[in-house]
């Protein structure tokens, strides 16, 4: 019986988490950090998570992807310099959304999606940071 209850349980969560696609639609719009979840330990990333606590993601319905933030960061302004002029798509069958253009693989930027209690959470995949998001238009 307990095994019953486990397998059932685990087929729950997985059909919950994982059988979701991400759409395009859900995507589209404004999207303002509410707060940093989880972010690297290493001094190094001050700046970085510095930006992106105030940053704002811009998904536009033609595919071209802006960031901004309000920080100074030197560092940051460089990462906001990268995705100019890029464009975003989301990964077929996955709850992902690449930042980039056709030319470089769309490799600048990658963005696990998923929800937490009805919040949208982001996980940035090259700085290891994770950020509550909420969407503003």
Request: charged share 30%; net charge positive.
């Amino acid at each position: 019986m307990k095994k019953i209850f486990t397998l059932i349980f685990l087929m729950t969560i997985s059909s919950t988490v994982f059988g979701q696609t991400l759409t395009e639609k859900e995507i589209y719009g404004k999207w303002k950090v509410e707060k940093i979840i989880k972010k690297p330990t290493n001094p190094q990333f001050v700046p970085l998570i510095d930006g992106f606590e105030n940053s704002t993601f811009f998904f536009n319905e033609n595919g071209n992807f802006k960031l901004t933030t309000t920080s100074k960061s030197e560092l940051f302004g460089m990462i906001t310099e990268m995705t100019n002029g890029t464009k975003w798509k989301v990964e077929k069958n996955k709850k992902y959304v690449k930042i980039g253009n056709q030319e470089d693989g769309y490799s600048i930027m990658g963005i696990s999606i998923r929800e937490n209690n009805g919040k949208k959470i982001f996980h940035l995949d090259e700085s290891e940071i994770t950020l509550e998001m909420k969407k503003t238009e």
